[in-house]
T-cell receptor
Framework: EPEVTQTPSHQVTQMGQEVILRCVPISNHLYFYWYRQILGQKVEFLVSFYNNEISEKSEIFDDQFSVERPDGSNFTLKIRSTKLEDSAMYFC????????????FGSGTRLTVV | RKEVEQDPGPFNVPEGATVAFNCTYSNSASQSFFWYRQDCRKEPKLLMSVYSSGNEDGRFTAQLNRASQYISLLIRDSKLSDSATYLCVVNAGRGSTLGRLYFGRGTQLTVWP
């Protein structure tokens, strides 16, 4: 079964440092997403990406966040200057054009900001 | 405003029991509805899409009531492996693409032997 791959699985960083979370979506999917889940809370939408540009972003996705698809396979989320409250699980997801079968999520990157 | 609301549980049931989860959503324009399951500290995994006519997948039955903006999931003959958090998920209702998804906080289920 095709899967979405995320690296690293766990990242510890100091407050104020930049982090890049990496994702390899399913190859024939065209829509890519980042979600996050703070421990004990619900999964929250960050951003969606289609045709090499952001199609929608949430209020969480401020100027500290950026996404990029640098080549044909990778999809990255960058946090420029991390804060303690950025500590969360970050899930990448991708979907087919029709989207009728929902998203496929990657196994996540646990980001811990200290 | 809470886009998707679920009873957080926890539900603790014996093996073989039937258990039902409910969910309400606030956006009447939503077009796609799903149940995901999430194991502890893992990614959400699609359990089933929910269609207007209701649909069944083995021991799992999902129902959608658009008028009441209500979604349900019924699990029959519970197995130990059904222990997880069940997430009610609704899309934002834009156009024909899946768009942004809104997640409920999840309902925790524990099936005991």
């Amino acid at each position: 079964e095709p899967e979405v791959t995320q690296t690293p699985s766990h990242q510890v960083t100091q407050m104020g440092q930049e982090v890049i979370l990496r994702c390899v979506p399913i190859s024939n999917h065209l829509y890519f997403y980042w979600y996050r889940q703070i421990l004990g809370q619900k999964v929250e939408f960050l951003v969606s990406f289609y045709n090499n540009e952001i199609s929608e972003k949430s209020e969480i996705f401020d100027d500290q966040f950026s996404v990029e698809r640098p080549d044909g396979s990778n999809f990255t989320l960058k946090i420029r200057s991390t804060k303690l409250e950025d500590s969360a699980m970050y899930f990448c997801a991708s979907s087919e054009p029709t989207g009728g079968d929902g998203y496929t999520f990657g196994s996540g990157t646990r980001l811990t900001v200290v | 405003r809470k886009e998707v609301e679920q009873d957080p549980g926890p539900f603790n049931v014996p093996e073989g029991a039937t258990v039902a989860f409910n969910c309400t959503y606030s956006n009447s324009a939503s077009q796609s509805f799903f149940w995901y399951r999430q194991d502890c500290r893992k990614e959400p995994k699609l359990l089933m899409s929910v269609y207007s006519s209701g649909n069944e997948d083995g021991r799992f039955t999902a129902q959608l009531n658009r008028a009441s903006q209500y979604i349900s999931l019924l699990i029959r003959d519970s197995k130990l492996s059904d222990s997880a958090t069940y997430l009610c998920v609704v899309n934002a209702g834009r156009g024909s693409t899946l768009g942004r998804l809104y997640f409920g906080r999840g309902t925790q289920l524990t099936v005991w032997p």
